[in-house]
Nanobody, 128 residues
Framework: QVQLVESGGGLVQAGGSLRLSCAASGRTFIRNYMGWFRQAPGKEREFVAA????????AYADSVKGRFTISRDNAKNTVYLHMNRLKPEDAAVYYC?????????????????????WGQGTQVTVSS
């Protein structure tokens, strides 16, 4: 069983920063890309950022470019989402996801259906 466990969410003032972590554990699985998604109340879950385990290729949603940074620590099987200059509209439950496919992708996967494993989510609240 593969487990993804997010942590680091919380309450922050607008303009502040948070760092989310996603620790992967369980049986060995192919790790192609790791991604972060978010879901605000009444909205669809949306892509935020992704990073490849090999090479560190990254991709970001336009809404977070220049403010968020995704990184990984392969030795710790952990992916991070560094969030700076947070806005009230960034408030959501943030989910970590793993693409376990063998596909050689032409760019990072940005669709929910392209990810195989999901964490339980961590709440990020941004006060104005």
């Amino acid at each position: 069983q593969v487990q993804l466990v997010e942590s680091g969410g919380g309450l922050v003032q607008a303009g502040g920063s948070l760092r989310l972590s996603c620790a992967a554990s369980g049986r060995t699985f192919i790790r192609n890309y790791m991604g972060w998604f978010r879901q605000a109340p009444g909205k669809e879950r949306e892509f935020v950022a992704a990073i490849s385990w090999i090479g560190g290729t990254t991709a970001y949603a336009d809404s977070v470019k220049g403010r968020f940074t995704i990184s990984r620590d392969n030795a710790k099987n952990t992916v991070y989402l560094h969030m700076n200059r947070l806005k009230p509209e960034d408030a959501a439950v943030y989910y970590c996801a793993a693409d376990a496919s063998r596909l050689v992708r032409n760019g990072a996967p940005t669709l929910r259906s392209e990810y195989d494993y999901w964490g339980q989510g961590t709440q990020v609240t941004v006060s104005s």
